[in-house]
């Protein structure tokens, strides 16, 4: 069910999930404001969207320890709708989003994952921790010296604090350089960008509306364009991240409770006044590197997020953007796949292709479907070859009785179909063919007809055919959609060839 969790989820591990819901908290208010602002809306409307998918998905979401917000991926996808259209049917996409996430839930779409190669998860993975570190470029293009020692310095904390002995395994180092560099920039009067530099800080708590849209068709066409896009790339990149932290905390997750519980934070954000969101990858590794693990680390970095930017929004303005920037580059560098480049050279090249076209793709669009689409065509292009050189055929002939025995082993499919032609000898002189398919099997219309058109050709030969060994499945489509025992239909599918 829905809400059911384990105690253990919630309360087996409470002060490391609070204090890495902490720094979570503290690590989403730029990126929600600078998401905000690539979607053309209010700073408010990405800090809401964090604060409540993050507190209604420590609920209903499927993978604990998992951070749900407002991303740049969405982001992306609201422009135009913002520009033609205004906030309001942003909401109203944002409700639709979620009530298409739930459907897909319900049809256990989370399935397909199944289809979604190794190769790809890790293309996806690299090219996201790409794309954290290109984001942070911009807070170091164009900056005093001090920028760069403080960024340095919080790199040398994030990495050095864990080694101290006892304080090092209590407190979250990411933590320690956001407080140390924030007392180091206030006390010396640092003249360096600060979050109050990224926009406007509410001072409200958000309260339900609902959309103010008409509800009819017109709107329904308006919106339905970008909630379909939206539900994809939210399901994608909630589902690849639940498979991430899955292999980061080596325990399962519900991938279907995870469909249904993004759509039902989407629908509360949309009431909530904040655009859509989905699970992201950057705040997920920084909570499992902070040693969070249960629901309660995702509750308190949605209520800490609402609690810092409203009530503590003096404390929070005086943030060093440095201090972030050295938190993401450790996200980005602890998320890279580093065993993918050492691979390169052991990995077969098809494997190696697929990685680093999604790689190139994620990266080039900025888009995450593209990139997961074209990694797997490209698995399946790559996995249909190579299981079409399997397929092989030897024959022998009864020179006394005039018999030439043709045995298939293999997949025969669309990629094989005609390499199963091509190894008959039709212009044989020989009384009788037998085709043993006891090691083959047969998977689509593509083989049934390679069949139909070999028994056919012999049979035009003068040779008797005889079919021996069919299994039940491939004999079930051969019956179905084969027509080399039915004369009548013979000439009208194969055209006479």
């Known amino acids: 069910m829905l809400l059911s969790s384990s105690k253990a989820d919630w309360f087996g591990n409470i002060r490391r999930d609070v204090l890495a819901g902490l720094v979570v908290a503290l690590a989403l208010i730029p990126e929600a404001i600078s998401f905000s602002i690539i979607a053309e809306v209010d700073p408010r409307v990405g800090l809401y969207a964090s604060f409540c998918i993050a507190v209604v998905i420590a609920f209903v979401g499927g993978r604990p ?7 740049g991926a969405m982001a992306l996808l609201m422009v135009t709708l913002v520009k033609e259209h205004g906030l309001q049917y942003l909401l109203a996409a944002t409700v639709l989003t979620g009530v298409l996430q739930i459907a897909a839930g319900y049809l256990k779409l989370d399935n397909l994952m199944s289809f979604v190669s190794r190769a790809v998860v890790t293309g996806f993975v690299n090219a996201l921790a790409i794309l954290i570190f290109v984001a942070q470029l911009p807070e170091l293009t164009d900056v005093t010296w001090h920028v760069y020692a403080m960024t340095a310095a919080g790199l040398g904390i994030i990495y050095l604090f864990p080694t101290i002995p006892v304080i090092g395994k209590i407190i979250p180092s990411p933590l320690v350089c956001i407080l140390l560099l924030t007392a180091v920039a206030v006390i010396l009067g640092l003249d360096i960008r600060t979050v109050d530099d990224k926009g406007e800080l509410p001072d409200t708590l958000p309260v339900f509306l609902w959309p103010d849209v008409p509800l009819n068709f017109e709107t329904l066409q308006i919106i339905f364009p970008y909630s379909a896009a939206l539900a994809v790339v939210g399901l994608l990149e909630s589902l690849m991240t639940a498979t991430i932290v899955d292999d980061l905390t080596d325990t399962p997750s519900d991938k279907n409770r995870e469909c249904k519980g993004q759509g039902i934070a989407n629908i509360a954000t949309g009431m909530m006044g ?7 990858i950057g705040q997920s590794v920084i909570n499992v590197k902070s040693g969070g693990r249960g629901r309660l680390s995702t509750l308190v970095a949605g209520i800490g ?12 303005a005086v943030i060093p953007m440095a201090a972030l920037v050295a938190v993401m580059i450790m996200v980005s560098i602890g998320t890279f796949n580093w065993d993918s480049i050492r691979n390169l050279k052991e990995h077969p090249l098809s494997t190696n292709l697929v990685m680093l076209a999604t790689v190139i793709v994620v990266v080039w669009t900025h888009n995450l479907a593209y990139g997961v689409l074209v990694g797997v065509l490209l698995a399946s292009l790559f996995f249909a070859n190579k299981v079409g050189h ?15 025995t043709y045995k298939v082993a293999g997949q025969v499919f669309f990629n094989s179909a005609d390499k199963f032609v091509a190894a008959f000898d039709f212009k044989e002189v020989v009384d009788k063919v037998v085709i043993d398919l006891e090691r083959a099997h047969f998977w ?3 083989a049934v007809h390679a069949l139909d058109k070999s028994v056919v050709k012999f049979r035009r030969e003068g040779a008797e055919v005889e079919l021996v060994g069919l299994n039940e499945a491939s004999e079930t489509i051969v019956d179905r959609f084969g027509v080399h025992d039915k004369p009548e239909e013979i000439e009208r599918v194969l055209g006479g060839h």
């Open 65 to 71: 320890g998992m951070i749900s917000a407002a991303t």
């Open 274 to 280: 904040g655009m859509a969101g989905c699970a992201m």
């Open 305 to 316: 997020l609402l609690l810092l930017v409203v009530f503590l929004s003096d404390w929070v």
């Open 390 to 404: 399997f397929m092989y055929i030897s024959s022998e002939l009864d020179e006394e009785q005039g018999i030439r």
């Open 444 to 446: 689509d219309i593509s």
